[in-house]
């Protein structure tokens, strides 16, 4: 079964430290990954995504992940976390195929935290 | 330019009651999606459509649920005879292609009395 897991309910950061959430997948071929971020009531917001190419993926308000294959993971990174960056985020995998029709699959989502 | 847009953006319903949530994708956007948040089930994928045909009606919950899209823009997701288990956060997103990022809308947030 194609599935992502974030084991991480919650992370608790100070602002200015480097913030990770995690993120593992299970899906058949390559896999297409992807982060977004929902504040308070709000919708999803695309932040990055990985299809090929660089492991090392930039987006959007200093965001970064990181494809790794063999770990099957695609942790979201911040150097410097921003009280603002205080949300909830999912990550998602898109199950390669042609009949796939690019629905996606989310993780559970993480409950970032920010503390001054 | 404008984004997804859906309404309402609060419905509440007695059970028993049908209700439609419209969604208005991205213009020129061929795909759109629906999806539910709820707190017992995460995010669910519920429906696709390429243009107006919906080649994934797979994660439809019942038989209670239809979903439309008509001139390859506008969506209608149709739940009839809700019951309090409906009651969840109705996302819509579109992208210009399947294979391209999806844009989400600020979602519907139906709760079923």
């Known amino acids: 079964a194609q599935s992502v897991a974030q084991p991480e309910d919650q992370v608790n950061v100070a602002e200015g430290n480097p913030l990770t959430v995690k993120c593992t997948y299970s899906v058949s071929g390559n896999p297409y990954l992807f982060w977004y971020v929902q504040y308070p009531n709000r919708g999803l917001q695309f932040l990055l995504k990985?299809?090929?190419?660089?492991?090392l993926v930039k987006g959007s308000y200093g965001f970064e992940a990181e494809f790794n294959k063999s770990q099957t993971s695609f942790h979201l990174k911040k150097p410097s976390a921003l009280v603002s960056d205080s949300a909830l985020y999912f990550c998602?995998?898109?199950?390669?195929?042609?009949?796939?029709?690019?629905?996606?699959?989310f993780g559970q989502g993480t409950e970032l935290s920010v503390k001054p | 330019g404008a984004g997804v847009s859906q309404s309402p953006s609060n419905k509440v319903t007695e059970k028993g009651k049908d209700v439609e949530l419209r969604c208005d994708p991205i213009?020129?956007?061929?795909?759109l999606y629906w999806y539910r948040q709820s707190l017992g089930q995460g995010l669910e994928f519920l429906i696709y459509?390429?243009?107006?045909?919906?080649?994934?009606k797979s994660g439809l919950p019942s038989d209670r649920f239809s979903a439309e899209r008509t001139g390859g823009s506008v969506s209608t997701l149709t739940i009839q005879r809700t019951q309090q288990e409906d009651s969840a956060v109705y996302l819509c997103?579109?992208?210009?292609?399947?294979?391209?990022?999806?844009?989400f809308g600020p979602g519907t947030r139906l709760l079923v009395l």
């Open positions: 213009s020129g956007h061929t795909a």
């Open positions: 459509f390429q243009g107006n045909s919906a080649p994934d």
């Open positions: 997103a579109s992208s210009s292609h399947t294979q391209e990022t999806q844009y």
């Open positions: 990985y299809i090929t190419g660089d492991n």
């Open positions: 998602a995998v898109r199950p390669w195929g042609y009949n796939q029709g690019g629905k996606l699959i």
